[in-house]
């Protein structure tokens, strides 16, 4: 997902770090839900719509009842009323309290755990959110669901929480003036009495319920391109057609370069398509949600388009199991659309963009006194939206990739991303990937970038030392705090006579400590990090 707008939050102060941080959310463990069947009615007269879900679900362990997440109607007129819970034309006693939906199992005692039960919600309610019912930029109604992060129960009953994933359909009765998308591949569209249509969506891999999602509005449709027959498709407003089919159709040569980087595609399409969402850029699955003003006809959203297609593999497919481990889907969105700047306009250009993630970071640093990337005293997850998720993790996977090297980097990217792929992730299971990719203990490495509050900061002081021709440098960490960083760090020393600079790898490991690095020549200048590598601020000086 892509903000609008850069927002600096203020934290709270703790010293507490776990390993192991895990959100609020209650975790049902002894139920998995395979699928959700979504029916869903929309209206042009009322913002009212009626619901009927169904849902296919297995029981681990035996159980009284469970709970699905859904926001109940409340005293504004908005929310959810539930009409029944059935199970196998039974109509069950159901509870609504608190925007939970408890649901009474009557087999409790013969629950079968190799057997998949099927439950049907009815219900029906204005949405408080998540399904946003308004007006585009043309004054035309759009319907557009916008989840992130737990805003799928103000219009469905599901476990809104990305460590339970499902695969799910979309099957929506609208008046036929609308189109409407959804996850996956089309089933059917069917015109129905009354000048109404019917529209089935349906994804076939499981997703976490902040990317399922349908959009219904007047659009036009172009397929840009395929990939493995798979179709590459612009949905955009009949309005501004032309300027958003040109910016869209840079889609494909992302696709193919994310394809080539991590994985084939995961989806069965790619839509990106115009919307009214709250967001610069929502990464629903298979059906990218963008900003209606980001498209503009001058390709300005190039980065907006890559890194929401990243999301694709990581987030939506490989997804973070717990809220506090969201930099595994903007950290690895932020960095691999780097990295296709990286690779298609050059190395400069992709330095330009972490400069200005390293000053987001510094910023954020300097301002809130918990720069941890892992933060458990977060509770707002709203507030996760901030520069460690996506800049400071998007430096940590640059600061592996020069601690590993390019090939064993990629390759661990690629295993991490084969072994979670629809599934979900902690922290720990991408470092213990990389550890097994790379035959190297990265407990130091993860440890002091994620759950260490503080940016290290490094004064260089050097001298030439004739009688030895070498230049000793004497590096002192100078960040606030006790913590001592460890990181290799590149010291470039340029002589009058050499035909190119020298680069020596160095290794800071201590709060302060010299090093001498041999030189025939007195250097006119030493430069720290030239290539870029470190989130780090440097300050090198001459010494007498
Ligand atoms: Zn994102």
């Known amino acids: 997902m892509q903000k609008r707008f850069i927002i600096f939050l203020i934290f709270s102060f703790s010293l507490f770090s776990c390993a192991l941080a895990q959100d609020?959310?209650?975790r049902q463990n002894e139920i998995d839900i395979l699928h959700y069947s979504f029916k869903i009615?929309?209206?042009?007269?009322?913002?009212?719509?009626?619901?009927?879900t169904t849902l296919k679900i297995k029981f681990k362990d035996k159980v009284k009842a469970f709970y699905l997440d859904l926001v109940k109607k409340n005293n504004t007129g908005k929310g959810m009323a539930v009409q029944s819970v059935m199970y196998d034309n039974q109509n069950l006693a159901f509870q609504h309290h608190q925007d939970r939906l408890f649901i009474p199992i009557p087999f409790e005692k013969e629950i079968d755990t190799s057997k998949t039960y099927s439950f049907t919600v009815r219900y029906v309610g204005i949405p408080t959110d998540g399904l946003v019912i308004?007006?585009?930029?043309?004054?035309?109604?759009?319907?557009?669901?916008?989840?992130?992060?737990?805003?799928?129960h103000c219009w469905l009953p599901v476990i809104d929480h990305p460590y339970e994933k499902a695969t799910c359909e979309f099957i929506v009765n609208a008046p036929d003036h609308y189109r409407i998308i959804g996850n996956g591949a089309l089933q059917k569209q069917e015109d129905l009495s009354g000048n109404r249509r019917l529209t089935h969506w349906s994804c076939a891999e499981v997703l976490p319920t902040k990317v399922m999602v349908i959009g219904?509005?007047?659009?036009?449709?172009?397929?840009?391109?395929?990939?493995?027959?798979?179709p590459i498709e612009s949905w955009v407003y009949p309005q501004n057609e032309k300027a958003a089919f040109y910016d869209f159709a840079l889609a494909p040569k992302i696709l193919r370069f994310f394809e080539e980087k991590i994985a084939p595609y995961p989806y069965e399409k790619l839509a990106n398509v115009q919307s009214t969402t709250r967001y610069g850029g929502m990464e629903n699955?298979?059906?990218?949600?963008?900003?209606?003003n980001a498209l503009n006809g001058k390709r300005t959203c190039e980065d907006l388009i890559a890194h929401e297609i990243v999301h694709q593999w990581f987030g939506n497919s490989a997804s973070e199991a717990d809220w506090h481990h969201l930099w595994l889907s903007e950290g690895f969105a932020t960095y691999l659309t780097h990295v296709y700047f990286e690779e298609t306009y050059g190395r400069e250009s992709m330095q330009k963009r972490m400069e200005e993630d390293l000053s987001r970071v510094s910023y954020f640093a300097k301002t809130n006194k918990d720069a941890r990337i892992i933060n458990p005293t977060?509770?707002?997850?709203?507030?996760?939206?901030?520069?460690?998720?996506?800049?400071k993790g998007s430096w940590l996977l640059h600061m592996l990739r020069f601690q590993l090297g390019d090939d064993l980097f990629w390759k661990g990217i690629k295993a991490y991303y084969q072994k979670y792929q629809f599934s979900n992730a902690l922290s720990e299971d991408f470092?213990?990937?990389?550890?097994e990719t790379s035959g190297q203990k990265l407990d130091w490495f993860f440890k002091q970038w994620l759950y260490e509050s503080a940016l290290p900061s490094l004064k260089i002081t050097w001298k030439y030392l004739p009688e030895k021709k070498k230049t000793q440098i004497e590096c002192s960490q100078t960040q606030a705090g006790d913590f001592i960083f460890q990181y290799p760090l590149e010291i470039e020393i340029q002589t009058p006579n050499a035909k190119a600079p020298k680069i020596e790898k160095i290794q800071i490991t201590q709060k302060t400590e010299v090093f001498e690095i041999n030189s025939s020549t007195p250097p006119f200048a030493i430069k720290a990090d030239s290539n870029h590598w470190l989130l780090l601020e440097v300050e090198v000086k001459k010494g007498n």
């Open 431 to 435: 470092q213990k990937v990389m550890e």
């Open 134 to 152: 308004s007006k585009n930029k043309f004054g035309e109604r759009t319907f557009f669901g916008d989840n992130w992060p737990n805003r799928a």
């Open 216 to 230: 219904a509005a007047r659009f036009s449709v172009e397929v840009v391109d395929s990939l493995r027959n798979i």
């Open 24 to 26: 609020d959310y209650l």
């Open 41 to 52: 009615t929309l209206e042009d007269s009322q913002d009212l719509i009626l619901g009927e």
């Open 285 to 292: 699955a298979s059906n990218i949600f963008y900003d209606e």
């Open 378 to 391: 977060i509770k707002d997850l709203n507030n996760l939206l901030n520069a460690l998720n996506y800049q």
